[in-house]
Nanobody
């Protein structure tokens, strides 16, 4: 069956770093655009980043641009999110998700637009 399993979350101090991983199985990973989406307590979904099927094209939300880096290893069926210079406002549950096509605009924060969705990884930024 299809699975997206996030790992690497945890508690980190402001200014620190974390790397999230998302292990994919049950579908042809290399054929799918991949995304990171987060949800903070009491707030709606916020799109964080996307990466194309081959990894040559990436994009980021303004709130994380210059601090987060998305990458993928199609040989390992794994998606990554390197998060540096973390701030308290980055505290959220981070989800990886996939789509057979590039999503844009409002579609990025509609869970129904994604083909597959992970269970989430908690990231807490606090001193």
């Amino acid at each position: 069956q299809v699975q997206l399993v996030e790992s690497g979350g945890g508690l980190v101090q402001p200014g620190g770093s974390l790397r999230l991983s998302c292990a994919a199985s049950g579908f042809t990973f290399s054929n799918y655009w991949m995304y990171w989406v987060r949800q903070s307590p009491g707030k709606g979904l916020e799109w964080v980043s996307l990466i194309s099927t081959g990894g040559s094209s990436t994009d980021y939300a303004d709130s994380v641009k210059g601090r987060f880096t998305v990458s993928r290893d199609n040989a390992k069926n794994t998606l990554y999110l390197q998060m540096n210079s973390l701030k308290s406002e980055d505290t959220a549950v981070y989800y990886c998700a996939s789509s057979g096509r590039m999503l844009t605009g409002w579609n990025l924060i509609l869970r129904s637009k994604y083909d597959y969705w992970g269970q989430g990884a908690q990231v807490t930024v606090s001193s």
